[in-house]
């Protein structure tokens, strides 16, 4: 139980184009996900939280006209990258909260390589 | 601010070879803490985590962790490590008031020599 997919795996873009990122909670419903980067060799960095229905929360520094972050149904999440550069390019990893009795299990997606050109 | 930190970048063991990877956070009541795993291009994998009681947790793979209050650590144990634990591991904290957030730290790769 408690699996989370992503969609694409890896994506390669050309300069300006927009690019949709897929978050799903296979056998669960998430009230909320979050949407993380990771550069190479570095750790997760938290993005947005993503809450059902209503809009995403921001992490400081975090664009959110250029990281567009909707949470339409209790199992999908999408990020969308707007007009990507070559700077956006990195690997991006989707997590959906799986309620337990304290606070929620985070269980993470298998994450999307993002390549600009 | 809340910080997590694993002291040690790379660790080396041998197969077979006992292991403890470590973890201070900077918090003071009691958070949530987990242990997930990476392999290389992967997602984070959870191994275990510590809301509340028993202070030892088991988790899968043959994983271990103890949450220790006094020295605000929860380290990471297996008797006996396998080839195919060769990862990167990442420990995370949630904080009450920060809602269902994690804290990552900055991970520790583990390579096993056979």
């Known amino acids: 139980g408690a699996v989370v997919s992503q969609h694409p795996s890896r994506v390669i873009c050309k300069s300006g184009t927009s690019v949709k990122i897929e978050c799903r909670s296979l056998d669960f419903q998430a009230t909320t996900m979050f949407w993380y980067r990771q550069f190479p060799k570095q750790s997760l960095m938290l993005m947005a939280t993503?809450?059902?229905?209503?809009?995403?929360?921001?992490e400081q520094g975090v664009e959110k006209d250029k990281f567009l972050i909707n949470h339409a149904s209790l199992t999908l999440s999408t990020l969308t990258v707007t007009s990507a550069h070559p700077e956006d390019s990195s690997f991006y990893i989707c997590?959906?909260?799986?309620?337990?009795?304290?606070?929620?299990?985070?269980?993470f997606g298998p994450g999307t390589r993002l390549t600009v050109l | 601010a809340q910080s997590v930190t694993q002291p040690d970048i790379h660790i080396t063991v041998s197969e077979g070879a006992s292991l403890e990877l470590r973890c201070n956070y900077s918090y003071g009541a009691t958070p949530y803490l987990f242990w997930y795993v990476q392999s290389p291009g992967q997602g984070l994998q959870l191994l275990l985590k510590?809301?509340?009681?028993?202070?030892l947790v088991q988790g899968i793979k043959g994983f271990e962790a103890e949450f220790k209050r006094s020295q605000s650590s929860f380290n990471l144990r297996k008797p006996s490590v396998h080839w195919s634990d060769a990862a990167e591991y990442f420990c995370a904290v949630g904080y009450m008031e920060y809602g269902n957030k994690l804290v990552f730290g900055a991970g520790t790769i583990l390579r096993v020599k056979s």
């Open positions: 997590s959906a909260g799986y309620p337990t009795v304290s606070t929620d299990t985070q269980y």
């Open positions: 993503s809450n059902e229905g209503s809009k995403a929360t921001y």
């Open positions: 510590y809301f509340s009681g028993d202070t």
